[in-house]
Every structure is written in structure tokens, then in C-alpha cells.
């Protein structure tokens, strides 16, 4: 199996800054994108950032220019730097891993247990 475990959310005022961070394991071939996603109660989960394995980015319009995300594909790691938080960035963030687990195998989407990012004074 693959786990996705995400650390490094938590309570900031508006203006500050966070650093989330994802690392997969287990049987693990290769990675492809990874990204982050957010959540709020009754509104649909939606992209924040993403990263392919060949260093391309996105983001979404609502964090360009305050997040970066980064990746560390010897670990199997994926990073984001939320800078000038605001009230609205409160949300669960998902990480997100595009997986294959074997040489010939298909991809897969694994998702890890979500981290709390509060943003209020």
C-alpha cells in the first residue's frame, strides 16, 4: 500500500506564514504529480498547488504569488510554503499523489488524512 502523511498545519494570525509538508511511503515505483488541495465544510475539494515530476507547476489563481510548492523526489516528499495568510486560506489541506506502484502498473491517486490550517487574529 502507499500512505501519505502530512504534517505542519496549525492556528496563524493573517499575514504569517505556514509550511506543510507530505512525505509517501510504501511500495512505491514512481510518483508523477503531486499536490496539495483544500476543503471546507460543504464546499467541494479544490486544488491549490501542484507539481509534476518534471518540475512544472501550478497553482490556483486565489494563492499565485503568496504559495510555492516544492518537491523532493528522492524522498518522495512534497512541500508547501503558504506565505500572507488570510482569514479565507482556513481550510483541511490534502495531500495528493499520483502513484504508480509497479513498472507496468497504472497510476493511482492517494490521498493523505488532511492538516488543519486556521487563519484568525
Known amino acids: 500500500q502507499v500512505q501519505l502523511v502530512e504534517s505542519g498545519g496549525g492556528l496563524v494570525q493573517p499575514g504569517g506564514s505556514l509550511r506543510l509538508s507530505c512525505a509517501a511511503s510504501?511500495?512505491?515505483?514512481?510518483?508523477?504529480?503531486m499536490g496539495w488541495y483544500r476543503q471546507v465544510p460543504g464546499v467541494q475539494r479544490e486544488l491549490v498547488a501542484r507539481?509534476?515530476?518534471?518540475?512544472?507547476?501550478e497553482y490556483s489563481d486565489s494563492v499565485k504569488d503568496r504559495f510555492t510548492i516544492s518537491r523532493d523526489n528522492a524522498k518522495n516528499a512534497v512541500f508547501l510554503q503558504m506565505n500572507s495568510l488570510k482569514p479565507e486560506d482556513t481550510a483541511v489541506y490534502y495531500c495528493?499523489?499520483?502513484?504508480?506502484?509497479?513498472?507496468?502498473?497504472?497510476?493511482?491517486?492517494?490521498w493523505g488524512q488532511g492538516t488543519q490550517v486556521t487563519v484568525s487574529s
Open positions: 495528493n499523489a499520483a502513484v504508480k506502484r509497479t513498472r507496468l502498473g497504472y497510476e493511482n491517486n492517494y
Open positions: 510504501g511500495s512505491i515505483f514512481s510518483i508523477n504529480a
Open positions: 507539481t509534476t515530476s518534471g518540475g512544472s507547476t
